[in-house]
């Protein structure tokens, strides 16, 4: 059901104002992968929502946070040696993660409560946005949980992939989300379309969102860093380690010839189905969304070639990453269109 605001000016504010959520969770969403891909995340060891908000504002302070620092298995057999301007490089790229995270829940905190205040919102629209707002609450425990991975008592140098791409996700999700509500409170008239419509772009939607988990397990073990011919994997289709030795199914989740492979396999797929949809629907209402999406598709395939072929750098990795949500965000759209109004 489409809820919309109790005014024309109501709802052209509350859209501006996913607009900003959107684009701030966008933002979000590249500074995490930065501060994946400078090995930037375990630098803060603790989890603390309020006084975490100020940086290290003295000397006796960067040594100590150095000092806890010192303590993760990251530092003993990866970084050991470094220095705290070293440190303080990979410090910077975590706090401002997290300051930018406090300062989506602020700003929509703070719309959601201008809009109660003025009486713009119906009870389903509300509910709509507090959900939108708890899921950013659940994103902020989520990543001190993939943090934590990575401190204490454990030989890891990273975080855990699989948690890492939980919050991954989390991240897609809630952007997408922002995307659905802006465009129900659009109230563009949607297309009567078939069934096999709806059901190809929800497929579309759900193997992206497969894709998008599958290359956070890849950037999660530096897997695109390895395995950089193509369309080859070290000369061969199917790679000998496929399936890690002693991980056995693990290998799906930690194993980097695993997830490099099926990363490929899948972005095959998805190009495969996009290209067909643009053929099947050429005659349809939504042949503008569908070749829309394939031609999305299409760049984020031959970039993430681009991207695998130079041992994924960062600013090619980074791109990749931004085209990819993209790519989810015009797979929502479709789905949307393809949804009767009710």
């Known amino acids: 059901m489409s809820h919309t605001g109790k005014s024309p000016q109501a709802t052209r504010w509350m859209r501006n104002w996913l607009v900003l959520v959107g684009l701030l969770v966008y933002a979000m969403i590249l500074i995490g992968g ?9 630098s803060i060891t603790e989890w603390d929502p309020i006084k975490g908000t100020l940086p290290p504002l003295s000397d006796a302070s960067w040594a100590s946070l150095f000092a806890k620092y010192q303590q993760t298995a990251e530092y003993k057999l990866q970084n050991s040696g470094m220095t705290l ?17 406090r300062m989506i829940g602020l700003v929509a905190m703070g719309g959601l409560a201008i809009f109660a205040i003025r009486g713009w919102l119906s009870r389903g629209l509300a509910m709509k946005f507090v959900i939108l707002i708890l899921l950013g609450g659940l994103q902020g425990a989520i990543g001190w949980w993939m943090v934590s991975s990575g401190i204490g008592e454990t030989t890891r140098v990273d975080v855990a992939p699989y948690r890492l791409a939980t919050h991954f996700m989390l991240a897609l999700l809630i ?10 409170l659009g109230g563009k008239t949607r297309p009567q379309v ?4 709806r059901t190809v772009a929800v497929a579309l939607l759900g193997l992206i969102f497969l894709q998008m988990a599958a290359g956070a397990l890849v950037a999660g073990l530096d897997a695109g860093r390895t395995y950089n011919d193509w369309p080859l994997m070290a000369g061969e289709f199917v790679p000998q380690g496929y399936l890690g030795e002693g ?27 996009s290209l067909w949809a ?65």
């Open 85 to 101: 301007a070293d440190f303080q490089q990979i410090f910077w790229w975590e706090w401002g993660h997290r300051l930018f995270g």
């Open 175 to 184: 952007i997408a989300y922002t995307g659905w509500l802006w465009l129900d």
């Open 194 to 197: 078939s069934r096999m419509i």
């Open 278 to 342: 643009v053929l099947a629907f050429r005659s349809t209402p939504l042949k503008g969304a569908f070749a829309g999406l394939a031609a999305l598709v299409s760049l984020q395939a031959c970039w993430g070639i681009l991207t695998l072929m130079n041992a994924a750098p960062m600013n090619l990795a980074l791109l990749h990453q931004a085209i990819g949500v993209i790519v989810t965000l015009a797979a929502v759209r479709l789905v949307w269109l393809t949804r009767s109004a009710t």
């Open 247 to 273: 991980l056995g199914l693990r290998s799906l989740f930690e194993g980097r010839a695993t997830t490099q492979f099926n990363h490929r396999m899948l972005a095959y797929g998805i190009w495969i189905l």
């Open 34 to 42: 930065a501060t994946r891909l400078t090995d930037s995340g375990l």
